[in-house]
């Protein structure tokens, strides 16, 4: 090698990034909460050696966007706990495993963030217990349970902060809260899971949701004067999203409630959209289907929900305010079931009296699809079922009164039934 070529090669090793100053803060900020030890990450990037040796991987992942995980596209809601990666931090990456994955000098990198152990909002007023331990199985398709928990109150309580708690971060993707006042839930429930699988819903229409869990989201309590009222007999329900590792694991999650003594000056509420009528034809790559509803009372929005089956590809929602402007809610342009999540906006959307929510789903029922589980297709209609489909969006946010709340809940529950008295008719 001659002297000129060894020189070039070293001015670009001394030009490349470094894992201690360039690669180490990326990973430190938006990996490490899944990729570390007791995680459910496949493995830790909590080092530079374990960086180096998967640091292709990282450099593939991320240039696809794979990885982090985050499916809202830009341009539609801006969301708290985002985690994009800009433009020149793909590049870093790229670049760094293209140089061969240099260290750099060690006391360049950041201290590795430190998680809490515990209730992160604090020991909750009231603490909900799953029954008995679930053991996730060491191979199979993930699974999706449903867990009741009886609040047992003996009149209506105000709650200003809800904490997910895993038992297992090894095998918990995600969780959602969902209350039910029917009563419907603690029927399915089997006494040797101590819940009951569901994969494509609940199986009854909620009352209301509360926080869930998914990695790398902070709980926080709500604002000032809001609060989720809930009625005496309700009951608490969690879907708990696992992943299996390869062995079994168990996992006893638990669910902490955060009360206030005050009577919330603004009401926790949300409406319900959902396409009911699914019918798609074997080799449909681009059915389409969608709902509409006219809110009868403001609402503050501080949360959106999606939700589709395998199948599923895209879902939008938009809402067209009384002066016909448009608000860009929420679009999801590569749907993927094993990465639904709640997002929640970093600004309240204030929506006036009058204003349409339009939603629209679609779904690719042809061979094509990687993720279709009927091979050939198959005719999907709608159901709960991994070989059914559903088009489902909750928007969550804040009613001023009790009044509106009310208006709100009978003005949805009545869409509800209208839109599945026409699907019947038909």
């Not at 490490?32 to 998967?54: D, S």
């Amino acid at each position: 090698m001659t002297p000129l070529l060894v020189a070039l090669l070293s001015a670009h090793a001394a030009d490349a990034p470094t894992f201690s100053r360039h690669v180490a803060p990326i990973l430190f900020k938006n990996c490490v909460t899944c990729h570390r030890p007791g995680a459910i990450g496949p493995f830790p990037l909590t080092t530079y050696a374990e960086a180096k040796k998967r640091a292709e991987l990282i450099a593939d992942v991320t240039g696809d966007r794979t990885m982090p995980p985050w499916k809202p596209v830009a341009g539609h809601g801006e969301f708290l706990d985002s985690r994009t990666l800009t433009a020149a931090q793909i590049a870093t990456l790229k670049a760094w495993a293209a140089a061969g994955a240099p260290e750099g000098d060690p006391k360049e990198a950041p201290k590795l963030p430190t998680f809490k152990d515990g209730w992160q909002l604090g020991k909750p007023d009231i603490i909900l217990k799953m029954p008995k331990a679930f053991t996730v199985p060491a191979e199979g398709r993930d699974v999706y349970m449903h867990f009741v928990f009886p609040l047992d109150i003996k009149t209506e309580i105000y709650v200003k902060g809800v904490e997910v708690r895993p038992g297992n971060l090894k095998v918990a993707h995600h969780a959602i809260g969902l209350l039910d006042g029917s009563g419907a839930a603690r029927k399915k429930v089997d006494p040797a899971t101590g819940g009951y699988v569901g994969f494509g819903g609940p199986g009854f229409v909620p009352a209301g949701f509360t926080p869930g869990f998914v990695p790398g989201a902070t709980p926080r309590f709500f604002e000032p004067g809001s609060a989720i009222t809930i009625k005496k007999g309700t009951d608490l329900v969690l879907q708990m999203h696992y992943h299996p590792t390869g062995k079994p694991e168990d996992d006893l999650t638990e669910v902490g409630l955060y009360l206030t003594k005050e009577k919330p000056t603004r009401h926790m509420f949300g409406v319900l959209l959902g396409a009911l009528d699914i019918d798609i034809k074997p080799g449909d790559a681009n059915y389409v289907c969608s709902d509409s509803f006219e809110l009868p009372v403001p609402l503050k929005v501080s949360s959106v929900w999606a939700h589709m089956h395998l199948i599923g590809k895209e879902v939008r929602l938009t809402a067209e305010l009384p002066n016909g402007k448009d608000v860009k809610l929420l679009k999801i342009a590569d749907w993927d079931f094993n990465w639904q999540d709640t997002y929640l906006y970093k600004h309240p959307v204030i929506l006036p009296k009058g204003t349409k929510l339009k939603a629209v789903w679609k779904f690719d029922n042809s061979a094509a699809n990687p993720r279709n589980p009927n091979d050939p297709p198959k005719r999907v209609l709608n159901g709960e079922s991994s070989t059914d489909e559903m088009g489902g969006l909750w928007l969550g946010g804040e009613v001023a009164n009790e009044l509106d709340m009310v208006a709100l809940l009978l003005a949805n529950v009545g869409h509800y039934f209208e839109v599945e008295s026409k699907k019947k008719a038909r």
